[in-house]
């Protein structure tokens, strides 16, 4: 890979860090405030609503201008957001704030790639790429677990600066800060990002005439025979990925009867099984094979709804004694079992979302400017994520049990991904597949 590539992953893993911190964090500072178990999901909501609204005009300005500059700005937007729940902003407009910065980020950090690398490596990319943000996603959430609990916060309130004010006196605010931190850590990375050379044509900026661009765009990407398959695969494992970080803690809470700061280790095990996943299809599967991996999809779907019915009452008074760093520690059976079926689960999803992405991402540069292709999976993939999250938040509202939940998610998962591969097959009835990898834009 090109020197250049390890700066943008060393960007993208600080700035995708304090993005899953920051959402611990605001989980908190909700709690906190005493607001109700509903409103956790709605934060994400929040924070992705800007991927569907801004989808339209994103693309052009990724396109605007040298990406590393692009990342660099909307990375700051992210800092503000950070701020705002510092001093005092509702957690929910303040992530959103966050949320439009990411929004804009994603075009540049995704479409840099296509400029910097040739099409044969995009597979291997991804992989990395995938298997870094996931890193950042499990560190991340493990950080802020960390940040909130109750030793470390004891710890970082107890700091005080001499004739200084902090005015930080909760363990939600201590986070905020250390989190605010590493997304600056994320803005010196952005500075040294270099230019790939890449220019594109001059791009619009009248709203309505963005918006026909992109509904064209839209079109063209769900009408190609190898792009709808590829959308449609990414569009549902980011509305199932969303929702599913919220249910792992929901679930570790009623089922396992595990704190906040506990449950994310176990939200951060999922996110382990995604990067190894990632990063053995990155290398095992060529762009060539990518359609071969959709069965694990539905794997990932069933694995997903068993979890419905696993609960602290299996292997009761059982435990697992292990040697760490010298220290002797033993573990719950049951919970040992669960972290197991989690990372299983996890697994299933990063080997078949990262050919799915280098598919989707090799066909919108063939068809369109990598800004815009980006744009247009944002916006599906996004949409799809406000539509889950915004149905599980109304199913908790309503006092839906979470082993319910989690049973119709994974039947939903696993149903659709069925549905995807009799679509595929149908489409390889009149359609070469191998040959439409190669087909260019006439």
């Not at 500072?29 to 509903?38: D, I, Q, V």
């Amino acid at each position: 890979m090109k020197p250049g590539f390890y700066t943008i992953m060393a960007a993208q893993f600080f700035s995708s860090l304090a993005d899953n911190a920051l959402l611990i964090a605001a989980i908190a500072l909700l709690a906190e405030l005493n607001s109700p178990a509903w409103m956790s999901p709605l934060l994400k909501l929040f924070f992705v609503i800007s991927y569907v609204v801004l989808a339209a005009f994103v693309g052009a300005f990724a396109d605007s201008m040298p990406k590393g500059r692009v990342m660099l700005i909307t990375n700051s937007i992210k800092i503000v957001g950070c701020s705002m729940m510092f001093f005092g902003v509702h957690p929910l407009l303040s992530y959103a704030v966050v949320g439009f910065g990411a929004a804009a980020y994603s075009p540049a950090k995704y479409g840099i790639l296509t400029e910097l690398l040739p099409a044969e490596k995009l597979v291997a990319a991804n992989g990395w790429i995938e298997g870094l943000t996931v890193g950042s996603i499990i560190l991340g959430t493990l950080v802020g677990g960390l940040l909130i609990s109750p030793k470390l916060s004891a710890t970082l309130l107890g700091l005080d600066l001499p004739f200084v004010q902090t005015g930080i006196d909760s363990p939600a605010e201590s986070a905020i800060v250390i989190i605010a931190i590493i997304y600056l850590l994320a803005a010196f990375c952005n500075l040294h990002i270099p230019d790939t050379g890449a220019r594109y044509p001059h791009q619009e900026r009248h709203p309505l005439k963005l918006l026909v661009e992109f509904s064209h765009c839209c079109q063209t990407l769900w009408k190609d025979k190898l792009g709808q398959i590829s959308l449609a695969v990414t569009t549902l494992f980011w509305g199932a990925g969303a929702t599913l970080q919220f249910i792992v803690l929901d679930w570790a809470s009623e089922s396992l009867h595990l704190p906040l700061y506990q449950s994310t280790y176990l939200q951060g095990i999922v996110a382990v099984g995604i990067a190894v996943g990632a990063i053995s299809a990155a290398s095992r599967i060529p762009l060539k094979r990518s359609l071969s991996v959709l069965p694990m999809g539905v794997a990932m779907g069933v694995l997903s709804a068993g979890l419905g019915f696993y609960d602290d009452t299996f292997f009761v008074g059982h435990y697992i004694s292990f040697n760490l760093f010298g220290h002797a520690l033993s573990l719950p059976l049951y919970l040992a079992v669960a972290g197991i079926l989690l990372m299983i689960i996890g697994g299933f999803a990063g080997f078949f979302v990262v050919p799915m992405n280098a598919l989707l991402q090799h066909r919108g540069h063939i068809l369109m400017s990598a800004g815009h292709s980006i744009a247009v999976q944002n916006f599906n993939e996004n949409l799809s994520v406000l539509s889950m999250l915004g149905l599980y938040a109304l199913l908790l509202k309503v006092d839906i049990g979470v082993d319910i939940v989690i049973i119709s998610f994974g039947v939903f998962v696993a149903v659709n991904m069925y549905l995807v591969i009799r679509w595929h097959q149908a489409n390889q009835r009149a359609f070469d597949a191998t040959a439409l990898i190669g087909e260019h834009k006439h």
